[in-house]
């Protein structure tokens, strides 16, 4: 399961050996990723320590910024990913609330490495911060820069990674690198996109739960048809992980088609049939995201009136204690949205737009919260109100579609 590529080094060799050794001695490759990923995902995750004395500052060094300089690509790609704004403006304004226990909670999944939790804990003044300045494979930002290369890949100075496409470079930099295969597993990621099973639930659902949809789903029988969050979010191993704030990986997430029927009497009825064809989870897969339907009858002289609306998510209350609706389509799966109206004979067609909202739910809390301003420190607002422009101008038009009266 665990193998070095290079400078190998008999201690390091007895300590990849005992793990494998816990995880049944590669015989069982699943318990095997199993407990390389517990490991690797220990919480909270311990500082890396010092540096191989054989190591340059740029080798050592845990800004993403020195990994570029010779994983140049992974970089650029990483810069793109909403895993590089994992530190945003919508998490700081909340951090300046909390105490130190309540923020490492949220900072587990956004900022898991210690050394970023430790330059968090000094800009907030939290009990707990180092009393020393970090040391030179720290930079002082590493805190903003979200989920970081070093937080995926390095633990104890020692890179880890995926085996390799071609045969490893003997004796390359940072003393090569441990090959996991856990990397291309789902359950990967799963450490930060699935809540375990005491996580909070809102009637009777986990609050995150995009591993077990996907395992439910039919992207995780094994086969030819298997498709990993890797697979689709990783395709070429790229460093982007498109979701659905992206229109084309949405577009690619769903098929839709539109009828009309006549009733009778000059009643209709619209009908949109959304099918998630492409998602590896229910979509959306969780509550903030909302897709919204909205019907309209165009007539030919210019006219145009809104027929109604319906809406594709989870929809939860802002205090996060109630349900309103769950319109979630699971993997494979189809809804109807059925929109009936009246309209006399002539000449006109129905419209359906499908706008995305992939940030709806902070939308309305940022909007609360915002409502009881003199309640927060100063200092939060700027931030605030950041966070909700920045949420708003993430929605976008996906489609259009039309139909006429059939004659
Ligand atoms: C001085 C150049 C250099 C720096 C700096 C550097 N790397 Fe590497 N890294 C390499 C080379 C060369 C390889 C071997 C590439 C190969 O075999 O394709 C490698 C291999 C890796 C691998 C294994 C890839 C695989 O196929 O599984 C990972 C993961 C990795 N580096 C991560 C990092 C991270 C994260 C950082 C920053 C914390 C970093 N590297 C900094 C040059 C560097
Ligand atoms: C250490 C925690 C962590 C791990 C591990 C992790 N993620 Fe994330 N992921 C996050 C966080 C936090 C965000 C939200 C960042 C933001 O918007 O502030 C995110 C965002 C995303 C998004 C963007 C979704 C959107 O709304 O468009 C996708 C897609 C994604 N992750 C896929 C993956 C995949 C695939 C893996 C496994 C290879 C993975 N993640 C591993 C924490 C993690
Ligand atoms: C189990 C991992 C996990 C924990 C713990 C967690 N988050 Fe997140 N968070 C995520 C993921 C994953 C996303 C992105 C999901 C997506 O975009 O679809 C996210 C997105 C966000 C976003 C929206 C993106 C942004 O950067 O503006 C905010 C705000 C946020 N989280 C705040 C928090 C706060 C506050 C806490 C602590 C109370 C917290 N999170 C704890 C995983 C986590
Ligand atoms: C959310 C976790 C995560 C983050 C953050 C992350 N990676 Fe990766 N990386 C992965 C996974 C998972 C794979 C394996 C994907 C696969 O095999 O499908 C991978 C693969 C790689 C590889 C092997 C690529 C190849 O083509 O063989 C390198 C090199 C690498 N990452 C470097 C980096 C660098 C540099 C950064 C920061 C700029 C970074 N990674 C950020 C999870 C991450
Ligand atoms: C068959 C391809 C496929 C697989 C497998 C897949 N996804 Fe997705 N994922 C998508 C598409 C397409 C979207 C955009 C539409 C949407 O949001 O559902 C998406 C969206 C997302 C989002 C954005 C937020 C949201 O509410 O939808 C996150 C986070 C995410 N995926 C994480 C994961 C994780 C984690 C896994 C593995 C457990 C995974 N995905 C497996 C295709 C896939």
Known sequence: MLKFTSHAGPLRLLAACALALLAGCGNKPE???EAFLQRHWAEPMPPQGTPPAAFSPLEASLDPQACGQCHAEQYAAWRTSLHSKAMGPGLRWQLMLMDQEQGNRCLRCH?????????LA??????????????????SDLGHQGLVCAACHVRGHRRFGPPPRNEAVKDGPHGGFVVAEAFQD??????????????????????????????????????????????????????????????EMTRRAIEVSLKLQALGGGRYEARANVRNRGAGHHFPTYMV????LAFYRRDVDGGSVELGRHVIGWNVDTPITQELSDTRIAAGEARDFRQPFNAAGGD???ELVVRVLPAEHYERIYRDALGRADQLPAAALPLLRRALDEAVATRYELLRLEVGAEP
């Open 348 to 350: 006109w067609r129905v």
């Open 111 to 119: 900022t898991p490495l210690a050394e970023q939790k430790a330059l």
């Open 186 to 247: 789902s359950r990967f990621c799963a450490h930060c996109h699935q809540f375990p099973d005491s996580g909070p639930r809102i009637a009777g659902k986990l609050l995150e739960d995009t591993y077990r949809q996907w395992l439910a789903g039919p992207y995780a029988k094994e086969g030819a048809g298997k498709q990993t969050c890797q697979s689709c979010h990783m395709p070429d191993r790229q460093h982007r992980w498109r979701g659905i704030h992206d229109p």
């Open 31 to 33: 318990a095997a990723a």
């Open 122 to 139: 000094l800009e907030h003044g939290w009990p707990n911060a180092p009393k020393q300045p970090p040391p030179d494979f720290v930079p």
């Open 289 to 292: 995201p909302k897709v919204e």
